[in-house]
């Protein structure tokens, strides 16, 4: 994981940040205050991350890009999104054609560079579908999709919600389930406790514990009873029940065709790992993270790793099968990332370029921790981006 900057460290907030976060803040502690005085993780991240006008996603703030808060794989490296077009040209190659969806396109970077890359291996999409979440980043990806030639440009469309029609094609989400809200919880003595969030007598949020909920508790236990040893007592981590509806509406849409997940995150007997004790909660600020999620509220980026086990059985739960699981290194190596590496002609952009591949795939840079994971309908496979490593034995 990426280590925590301690509180001391952390790039102070601007007079205009401090001014929303405390209005963000005042919001939820309104909304804690209508519930009782205590609310669950995953209202307090979706309200911190999306309630309108206020939530980091929703508000007018840079988020990703050396501007912002983080950087993701497709604004890194042109690279990443020739190699996902290529993984893309495959899967279209199956079903005869057909669409891309893509869930949560940032600034629409990764968008650009597939549609550029299927053009070049005659391999287009008839459609590019975006469905996207925060109206601000729909905004910035509709500039760069306008840069693009019209003949690329016009297949791309937005949509405001899921698709009703069945589709046959890609579906395409990257960091997009770690920013799905989630739950946290401890383990207590007594059982499993949800860890909410309260206020303080001095009027600041603070992590307070309850009970957890039912559908919270059934869904601990589930996991707890499939591990091989109990979790220690204050263990604390996190757990997304939104990972089964994603996955479920994905596959009512997805006729044939594939699904691929990249993200960071773990099967799931790694992600509860009784040495994993303090969870995989990240927040982002300033190209900074840390642990605090009560902190810079509206301001910073939070995040929780994927557990990819949750993923795999929400899938065969949907009928979807699960084609494919790897590093994102071997699924970049598999899809031929260092073939476009030494196509690169001029000496310095080649060298930019096998800088930028190295942080893609190095362990201790984005090659390890994140990974892909490929679901599909009516479409056998193999998938080039494993050609290299199949984890799928691990999940
Ligand atoms: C961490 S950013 C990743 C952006 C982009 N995919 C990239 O890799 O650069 C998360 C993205 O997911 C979007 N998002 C979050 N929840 C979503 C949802 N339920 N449906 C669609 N997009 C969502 C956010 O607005 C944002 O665009």
């Not at 994603?246 to 509860?272: K, M, N, Q, T």
Request: charged residues 25%; hydrophobic residues 45%; glycine residues 10%.
């Amino acid at each position: 994981m990426t280590p925590s900057t301690p509180p001391s460290m952390l790039p102070p907030l601007t007079p205009e940040e401090a001014e929303h976060s405390a209005r963000v803040e005042a919001s939820i502690r309104r909304r804690i205050a209508e519930a009782g005085g205590w609310i669950d993780f995953e209202t307090f991240m979706e309200l911190a991350l999306y309630a309108p006008g206020l939530g980091y996603y929703s508000a007018g703030s840079a988020k990703l890009g050396p501007a912002g808060d983080f950087i993701t794989a497709p604004e890194l490296s042109e690279l990443f999104g020739r190699c996902v077009a290529r993984q893309c040209a495959e899967i279209l190659a199956e079903t005869g054609g057909g669409d891309i969806v893509e869930f949560g396109a940032g600034t629409g970077r990764m968008a650009a560079v597939v549609l550029q890359a299927l053009a070049e291996l005659d391999a287009l999409p008839e459609r590019y579908a975006i469905l996207e979440v925060s109206a601000d980043l729909g905004a910035r990806q509709r500039e760069r999709i306008g840069e693009l030639p019209p003949a690329l440009a016009e297949r791309v469309i937005w949509l405001d919600r899921w698709p009703a029609e069945p589709v046959r094609g890609v579906v395409l989400a990257n960091e997009v389930l770690d920013a799905l809200a989630c739950q946290r919880f401890v383990s207590r003595p007594g059982g499993i406790q949800a860890l909410g969030v309260g206020v303080a007598p001095e009027g600041h949020l603070v992590a307070l514990e309850r009970p957890a909920e039912l559908r919270l508790a059934a869904a601990c236990e589930a996991i707890l009873s499939g591990l091989p040893r109990p979790l220690p007592e204050g263990y604390r981590s996190e757990l997304c029940l939104r990972v089964e509806p994603w996955v479920r509406g994905v596959a009512d849409f997805l006729e044939r065709g594939a699904v691929l997940i990249l993200d960071y995150g773990l099967p799931r007997s790694h992600y509860y790992h009784p040495d994993r004790g303090e969870g995989t909660l990240r927040c982002h600020f300033k190209h900074r993270a840390h642990d605090d999620p009560l902190a810079r509220v509206g301001v910073q980026d939070i995040t929780a790793w994927v557990d990819f086990t949750r993923v795999a059985e929400a899938a065969d739960a949907a009928g979807l099968e699960v084609l494919g699981f790897a590093t994102q290194a071997a699924f970049l190596l598999g899809t031929g990332i260092e073939a476009l590496v030494a196509r690169v002609g001029d000496p310095a952009a080649r060298a930019r370029a096998a800088s930028e591949a190295r942080q893609l795939l190095l362990p201790g840079e984005m090659g390890e921790a994140f990974k892909v994971m490929a679901l599909g309908r009516e479409c056998s496979g193999p998938l080039r981006g494993y050609a290299h490593q199949d984890l799928r034995v691990s999940l």
